[in-house]
T-cell receptor, first 110, second 115 residues
């Protein structure tokens, strides 16, 4: 089983829609969780951290369920500019490298 | 531009040749990471350094892969006797050890094509 699993998509949604991605991780010792965004042919960039209590940044909401070992990302009021691949990322401690999922591709359509 | 810089951006080589990629991290960052990414996959961790010390190298794909960071600044990733399966994007990232564990700053990558 892969350490981090995501549905690769693509998710094709109209502008204004709400879309949610889930990600599961296999190692219960995982401590920190993140979502990265990667535009086509560009490098990954940190979108947001995922905290145990859940956190929100504008139209983006991230949640963590440790018992079920999954992380979610909710995007409200989708914009064309949200089209990208969203990478789920976990790490086991501050001194271990980030482990990336294969990403979920989102296309927001006018 | 004070971001992470990688060179060359593109490299086409014949099977069996050696290639070397260079990464210049953000100047105050003491951690430097190498990842590999193939089409449709997320970045796959290869190795990382804190200053000049290589803290993890067990994920390097084979003994044909090696990395150095001799003075704790720039780093090189060398692939010897390249194979077609080595074709990928090689990403370098840097961070400060003292900051949020998840915030890596990636370069634009070096794309390798092995013919």
């Amino acid at each position: 089983r892969k350490e981090v699993e995501q549905d690769p998509g693509p998710f094709n949604v109209p502008e204004g829609a709400t879309v949610a991605f889930n990600c599961t991780y296999s190692n219960s010792a995982s401590q920190s969780f993140f979502w990265y965004r990667q535009d086509c042919r560009k490098e990954p960039k940190l979108l947001m951290s995922v905290y145990s209590s859940g956190n929100e940044d504008g139209r983006f909401t991230a949640q963590l369920n440790r018992a079920s070992q999954y992380i979610s990302l909710l995007i409200r009021d989708s914009k064309l500019s949200d089209s990208a691949t969203y990478l789920c990322v976990v790490t086991y401690s501050g001194n271990t490298p980030l482990v990336f999922g294969k990403g979920t591709r989102l296309s927001v359509i006018a | 531009d004070t971001g992470v810089s990688q060179n060359p951006r593109h490299k086409i080589t014949k099977r069996g040749q050696n290639v070397t990629f260079r990464c210049d991290p953000i100047s105050e960052h003491n951690r430097l990471y190498w990842y590999r990414q193939t089409l449709g996959q997320g970045p796959e961790f290869l190795t990382y350094f804190q200053n000049e010390a290589q803290l993890e190298k067990s994920r390097l794909l084979s003994d044909r892969f090696s990395a150095e960071r001799p003075k704790g600044s720039f780093s090189t990733l060398e692939i010897q006797r390249t194979e077609q399966g080595d074709s990928a994007m090689y990403l370098c990232a840097s961070s400060l050890a003292s900051t949020v564990a998840g915030e890596l700053f990636f370069g634009e990558g070096s794309r390798l094509t092995v013919l």
